[in-house]
């Protein structure tokens, strides 16, 4: 089993506001883009695929189901200590990650509203909803005597520019893991209804139907662009975005593994099957996936997260800064090199085998 690293107290931004995590290379990060570069965006060998996901997302099939219904009404005092800050951890992440989306996906609809409608369409549809998200998760804090200060988050967190390509390649990825994590955890608790300690849990069905809704759309844009799937640079970069989307999944999950175990979930198992069920979900989209069956793949990818715990261990140590860099860069080589170990095994020719792949 792996080991989780202890969970640290919550820091206050001010009474009832949790201050936020700090910013690393793990946490769920603001981004930007070319906006003139999307609107114009080429759609037009595709626009009936879009149009119909855009149809889809418009018929809004779960605005009547992010309810706080009577389960929610009453105290989560009786949640103990590591279990509640575990939690936590969890609700703030997600909600970060969704307002995330929120705020490119709002900017975007808005920048290319005249000049490319469809798109603008469907990108207000998908802020629309990772609002929703975000709000329903907020208010889940909010029953711990917590929130976050989303209009804070938007004034001081550092924000990263992706080209548009980068954009489409990480969402199509970010949404489809999304759906996998949240129907796994889903089906656990339909399963073993012991686990379910609060009601956000039986919202995840409808919410990973979200998830994957707005990965579909992505895939038609994907698709729309044939220099995103049909050239050796193309497969090259689908190979790079699929393992660092893979590396940091299992590193997270690894990192938080109590929070997992909580759930009476096993971490390793959990990792391993979201990372094969996406892996084989993106076949659709992307030109090539990785060879999750190769017999050193999940073993690579433990190997850069127990490498990660070492370096937080190193750094929540107490030595001098300079000590702590030269430990680091051992341990940061060694994630490298096995990243580099993962890249290098033979891909899968999702194109190729596009028909037997569901």
Request: proline share 5%; glycine share 2%.
């Amino acid at each position: 089993m792996v080991k989780s690293l202890e969970t640290p107290p919550v820091e206050l931004l001010k009474p009832g506001v949790k201050a936020p995590v700090q910013e690393t290379l793990l946490t769920p990060r603001f981004y930007t883009t070319d906006f003139n570069a999307v609107a114009k965006l080429d759609i037009s060998g595709h626009e009936a695929e879009i149009r119909a996901v855009v149809d889809e997302l418009k018929a809004d099939y779960n605005r009547h189901h992010f309810v706080r219904d009577d389960e929610f009404k009453q105290s989560w005092n009786h949640i103990p200590g590591e279990k509640r800050l575990a939690f936590i951890d969890f609700l703030e992440r997600s909600c970060t990650s969704e307002f995330s989306g929120f705020l490119l996906f709002k900017e975007l609809s808005r920048r290319i509203k005249y000049s490319n409608p469809l798109l603008s369409e469907a990108f207000e549809y998908l802020a629309r909803d990772e609002a929703r998200h975000a709000g329903f998760l907020n208010k889940a804090m909010g029953d711990f005597s917590l929130s976050l200060d989303l209009s804070y988050l938007t004034k001081n967190r550092s924000y990263t520019f992706f080209p548009p390509d980068w954009v489409i390649y990480t969402v199509y990825l970010s949404e489809k893991i999304g759906y996998w994590r949240y129907i796994l955890v889903y089906r656990h608790m339909a399963e073993n209804p012991e686990f379910q300690f609060y009601p956000l849990f039986r919202k995840f069905e409808s919410w990973c139907q979200d998830e994957n809704r707005h990965g579909d759309f992505f895939k038609a844009l994907l698709r729309s662009q044939p220099q995103l799937w049909n050239n050796w640079k193309a497969r090259l970069w689908v190979r790079f975005f699929l393992l660092t989307v893979f590396v940091t999944h299992t590193i997270t999950v690894f990192e938080r593994a109590n929070f997992y175990e909580i759930l009476g979930i096993h971490p390793r198992k959990y990792n391993n099957q979201v990372i094969t069920e996406t892996n084989k979900t993106a076949a659709r989209a992307f030109p090539t996936i990785l060879n999750t069956d190769h017999p050193y793949f999940f073993w690579y990818l433990e190997q850069c997260a127990i490498n990660n715990q070492k370096l937080i261990a190193i750094n929540n140590s107490k030595k001098w800064g300079i000590v702590k860099l030269f430990q680091k860069i051992p341990l940061m080589q060694n994630i490298l090199w096995y990243m580099l170990k993962l890249y290098l095994i033979k891909p899968i020719n999702a194109e190729k085998a596009r028909e037997t792949v569901y």
